[in-house]
Structure formats: structure tokens, C-alpha cells
């Protein structure tokens, strides 16, 4: 919604104008950009927040070109430095800040993670940048780069998209990185939707000095039409019925997002849904797919009308999907202030939105919580229970059979689910103990429940499946042909290291005859294989956890992973807010 203040009332280079009105074609300004332009020009610092699609991205874009109209810089002068957590914002502010590409022929660039830093070097060198889009982990590659030709000492203006998030410990080393290679006299802003959370001694950190701080529509915390919605599970088996029910009654002919809080459970659904739902469009995205795949799977998304796109919190902050009325949050934030963010995707530049919660019995405290924060929720008519689980199942049951590769993927789902929940940020909303152990293992799907360590001691009601999953092959020959082959390598060494480890007297000869004794052997390295894949997965989530707190950066999480399947990491690619 703008206001009645138009461009022209503020105090702007007349080409910043020109382009205002020729290349966005807009007339009025938009509260926060009558808030915040006005003392960001003026040589402040500031901290802003204001909602989701507010116009955020020109209250900083306008103020940075705006100054880079009135000097002169070298094409190897970095003027202006944006930073974004997330590759596909980047990209967006990237394509923003292009249509100001004539003012003194500034030289806009970004940088996010998926290229090579060579490549990424070799541009920047042979192009020049003035004004640079970037993420933090790939920025401080490149400033470690011996041979970057960008002369980062000129930089005047310094922007935190997402700030809040930007000051999180994931980023923490990056970003100090990146502050001791620029220089201390600057102009430099914050911008979130959700930035009071933020401490100032946090924005000190960040090298702000006494910043002007603006907050728009103070007391409301979402869009004015956005309307909030939650629908309250007896337990997480009805809660996947009912979200067949609710992509059944809302989301077909429609355009929506259904966030999840792993990439495991994202890959996973996204198979099911698509099986249940042959004539959906649906598309699923998360950050372990490689940049070119994720790219195209949001360009597609907004060029098309009726789509339903699967995702993670990846997608949650900043990327401005002009036209979907519905948000589903299936899973509640891992993070609470994504809650607002992830709403937010809807019912932007004043358009109506809706915003779905889906929660279980023993996380009704949620609701609460965000009437704390002037969020105000309403309880979903109608109930959503029409699609029951146990036909569900049955189809579901068929679908899972027909895949080893299935199998394996809603066993990986239900193990990242099970782990993030465990570290949920608000423990004392999501509660671990609450949670009914078997219904999340048959929303999942599962045939057997994996034997991890989190849930041993729990008491658990699940009737395992009388399908064996080991009898079902995978249906890509290839992956069946490795699968064998890796259970091979790893049932000869396990037997190998058994044998070495008996007294010797019963070896070799006394082998053969000593049936029992080699059954025993058998037995235990079946449960050793259980056992390893078990500590892998637990070392894989460490690993995570580290990379989250900020105790191993992006670059060594990814060596370490290599060590687990090397095969499956070919393609991949990992972001802070999807693991
Ligand atoms: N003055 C304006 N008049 C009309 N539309 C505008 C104006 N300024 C920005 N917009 C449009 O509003 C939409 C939302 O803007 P933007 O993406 O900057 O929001 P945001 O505040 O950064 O949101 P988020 O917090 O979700 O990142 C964009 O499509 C943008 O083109």
C-alpha cells in the first residue's frame, strides 16, 4: 500500500527519478520508503524494519545509487556492497538494482554460491563492480583471493538485507571476515521485516554508529491483507491427511508454497504429493540442489499460475512472488521469526493472502506466542480431516514399495525430522517428549522405524509393516548396482574385521564346521550396519550443527560431508537455512 507522497517529493538526483518513473513506473512511495530515505540519504546509519513486501529493497537501493550518481568511481571501485542470506534474494535484489545501471554506467554485479571462485574472479576482474550483490560465505571466498582486481577500500555504502538473520552465529564468522577487509568510514544500513529482535549492541557489531532506527506500522506485524490462519492436529498422522485434504480443497488451480523445515522432507513429500496428485503441478526446491536446478525451479514458479512449490526456509526471506495467495507452513518454524517471513510470501504489495499454520495438539502453546508478538491468528473453518489416514496409507503404502530409492528417502525424512525437532528453538513450545514417536514414523510412511539414537529409550507404538524393505530393489539399475555393490564392500570388511577379532583358535579351520558360531557373526554385523549407518547419520547431523553455530564454515562442512557418500554430493550444494 503506498502512501499519498509521491517520488518526486523527496530530494533525489534527477537521473534516480528518471528511473523510478521510467524503469519501475512508480508514482507514490511506500511508507518505509518515506520513513528511511529521507535519513539514509542524508549520511545516516540506519535500522529499519518494516513488514514483508513492503518495498524494503528500493528504500536501500535508492539512497546507495543515489550517491553513486553524484561521484565518479573507477569500473574497479567497489561503491556499494549489498549482502543477502539467501542465493535467490541476492539474485532478486541483483535484477532490481540492474534497471539503475545507466546512472554514471555502474557496474552491478553479483556473487552467491554454486560457481566456482575462479570464475567468479575472472568476471569481476574483466567486467569491474561498483555496486556488488552477495552472499556472505561466497564474499569471503573472493576476498581471500589473492588475484580479485575489485579495490574494496572505496566502498561508502554497506547494506544488510535480512539483517537479523545476518547477525545470527551462522554467519558470524563470515561477516567479521568481510567487516576487516572494509573500510570503517561508511555509510551502512539494516533491513529486515523482523529486526527488533536484534539487540543494539548487535547493530554495534556490525559497525552502525548511533543508526536512525525506523520501524513502519509499529503494531502490526504482518500486511494488513494477510489474513493468519491455523488448523490444530490431535497428532502428526492426521496432520499429513490433513494436508492432502487442504492441497485437495485450496491448492489446486492456485498458485502456493508448503514449507517444511528439512530438505529431506521436502525430496520425500514431494515424491508422494506428486503420486497422489497427478494432475498438480507440483515443484519442490531446497537448498542441497545445485544453483542451476534452483534457479529454474523459481524462475518456473513464477512464471507459472497454478503451481504448488514444496520448500524449506530457503525460501522463506525476501524473494518477492508477486501473485500466490496461499501459504501453508506444515511444519512450524524451526525459527519462530520465520514464521513472519514465511507468511510473508503471500499477500504482498497489497494483495489479499492467506497463511496457514498446521500444528499438532502439544504445540497449541505456538499460537500464543505470536498473539505476543500482534500476530493474530484464526482458527481454520471447516476440518480438515475428510481424507483419513489409513487409506492414505494404503496408497501411500504402494507408492513407498515401489522404490527402494522411496524407502530410503522417507527413512532419511523421518530421521532429519526427528533430529530438528529435538533442536527446535523454542524447546519449550516443541516440546521432544510430546511428540508420539510412531505417528510421526507412519506419517512418514515407514516400514520399520530406523533404530537412532534419540528415540531408544522412548516407548513407541508403530506395528512395523509386513514388507520387508530389504526385499524391494531400487529402480534405477545403476543405484541398485551400487547399492549391492557398497553393501558388498561393506559385509566383506565388517565380516573380515569379525573373523581377525575371534580368538584363533577358531580360525580358519574351525570356521567352516562352526555354523553357529559364523551366525552369530552374521547377526552382529547386521546390527553393526544398523549401528553405522546410524553414527553416519548422527555425524552428518553434527556436522550440521556445527555449520549452523558457526563452528566450521560452509567450505569445511562440505569437505567433511564428502567423507559420507561421496556419490551423492556430486551435484550438491548446501545453504545455511536448509539442512
Ligand atoms: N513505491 C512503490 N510503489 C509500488 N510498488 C512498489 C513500490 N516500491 C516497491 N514496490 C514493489 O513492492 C514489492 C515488494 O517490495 P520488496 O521486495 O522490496 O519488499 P520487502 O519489504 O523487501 O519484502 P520482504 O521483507 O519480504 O523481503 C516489489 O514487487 C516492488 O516492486
Known amino acids: 500500500m503506498t502512501t499519498q507522497n509521491q517520488w518526486s517529493e523527496l530530494n533525489l538526483e534527477p537521473i534516480i527519478q528518471k528511473v523510478i518513473a521510467n524503469e519501475f513506473k512508480f508514482q507514490y512511495l511506500m511508507p518505509v520508503q518515506k520513513a528511511a530515505i529521507p535519513h539514509f540519504i542524508k549520511n545516516y546509519d540506519v535500522a529499519v524494519e518494516a513488514q514483508t513486501g513492503s518495498g524494503k529493497t528500493l528504500t536501500f537501493l535508492v539512497p546507495l545509487f543515489n550517491q553513486f550518481s553524484k561521484q565518479k568511481y573507477s569500473d574497479h571501485q567497489l561503491f556499494g556492497l549489498v549482502l543477502s542470506p539467501a542465493r535467490e534474494l541476492a539474485q532478486q535484489i541483483y535484477d532490481v538494482a540492474k534497471k539503475f545501471q545507466n546512472v554514471n554506467q555502474a557496474k552491478i554485479a553479483f556473487a552467491i554460491g554454486g560457481t566456482s571462485n575462479e570464475h567468479d574472479v575472472k568476471y569481476l576482474n574483466e567486467k569491474g563492480c561498483n555496486i556488488l550483490i552477495a552472499t556472505p560465505g561466497k564474499l569471503r571466498q ?57 539487540k543494539i549492541h548487535d547493530l554495534m557489531k556490525l559497525g552502525l554508529r548511533n543508526p536512525v532506527q525506523i520501524k513502519v506500522n509499529a503494531n502490526e506485524a504482518m500486511p494488513a491483507k494477510l489474513r493468519n490462519y491455523y488448523h490444530i492436529f490431535e497428532n502428526r498422522m492426521d496432520k499429513i491427511a490433513g494436508l492432502v485434504d487442504l492441497i485437495e480443497k485450496k491448492c489446486q488451480n492456485n498458485k502456493s508454497i508448503i514449507f517444511f523445515n528439512t ?117 481454520l473453518d471447516g476440518v480438515l480431516l475428510e481424507c483419513q489416514f489409513q487409506q492414505l496409507r494404503e496408497k501411500c503404502l504402494k507408492i513407498v514399495t515401489t522404490d527402494r530409492d522411496i524407502i530410503e528417502k522417507g527413512k532419511a525424512a523421518f530421521i532429519s525430522f526427528i533430529r530438528s525437532y529435538k533442536e527446535h528453538k523454542l524447546q519449550i513450545l516443541f516440546q521432544f517428549n510430546q511428540l508420539n514417536i510412531g505417528k510421526v514414523a507412519y506419517s512418514f510412511f515407514l516400514l ?38 557398497k553393501r558388498e564392500n561393506k559385509d566383506k570388511k565388517l565380516e573380515e574385521k569379525k573373523i581377525q577379532q575371534l580368538p584363533k583358535q577358531q580360525v580358519p579351520k574351525k570356521q567352516e564346521k562352526n555354523i553357529k558360531n559364523i551366525k552369530s557373526i552374521r547377526k552382529k554385523v547386521k546390527q553393526q550396519h544398523e ?49
Open 448 to 485: 520399520r522405524i530406523p533404530r537412532i539414537k534419540e528415540i531408544l529409550s522412548k516407548k513407541i507404538e508403530f506395528e512395523q509393516s509386513q514388507i520387508d524393505p530389504n526385499s524391494i530393489p531400487f529402480l534405477d539399475k545403476n543405484q541398485e548396482k551400487q547399492y549391492l555393490q
Open 531 to 579: 549401528q553405522e549407518d546410524d553414527e553416519e547419520l548422527r555425524a552428518e547431523q553434527n556436522l550440521v550443527k556445527k555449520l549452523k553455530q558457526g563452528k566450521i564454515t560452509l567450505q569445511q562442512f562440505k569437505e567433511e560431508m564428502k567423507n559420507f557418500d561421496p556419490e551423492d554430493l556430486q551435484d550438491a550444494d548446501y545453504d545455511k537455512d536448509d539442512l
Open 142 to 198: 573472493l576476498l581471500d583471493m589473492a588475484d580479485l582486481q575489485i579495490n574494496v577500500k572505496t566502498l561508502e555504502f554497506l547494506i544488510f538485507d535480512e539483517a537479523d538473520r545476518l547477525m545470527s552465529n551462522e554467519y558470524s564468522d563470515d561477516i567479521r571476515f568481510i567487516l576487516s577487509k572494509l573500510p570503517k568510514q561508511r555509510r551502512t544500513g539494516l533491513f529486515s521485516a523482523t529486526l527488533s529482535s536484534a
Open 263 to 379: 530438505c529431506c522432507s521436502v525430496v520425500y513429500y514431494s515424491i508422494i504429493f506428486k503420486q497422489l496428485f497427478p494432475n498438480c503441478n507440483i515443484l519442490s526446491m531446497n537448498g542441497q540442489m545445485a544453483q542451476k536446478k534452483r534457479q529454474k525451479i523459481v524462475t518456473n514458479f513464477k512464471s507459472t499460475n497454478s503451481v504448488i512449490l514444496f520448500t524449506t526456509d530457503v525460501l522463506a526471506r525476501g524473494l518477492d512472488f508477486d501473485d500466490v495467495p496461499l501459504v501453508i507452513q506444515f511444519d512450524p518454524p524451526q525459527d519462530p521469526s520465520f514464521f513472519i517471513h514465511r507468511s510473508g510470501r503471500t499477500a504482498r504489495q497489497g494483495r489479499d493472502g492467506e497463511a496457514i499454520l498446521l500444528l499438532e495438539q502439544h504445540e497449541r502453546g505456538f499460537i500464543q506466542f505470536l498473539g505476543r508478538s500482534n500476530i493474530e491468528m484464526n482458527q
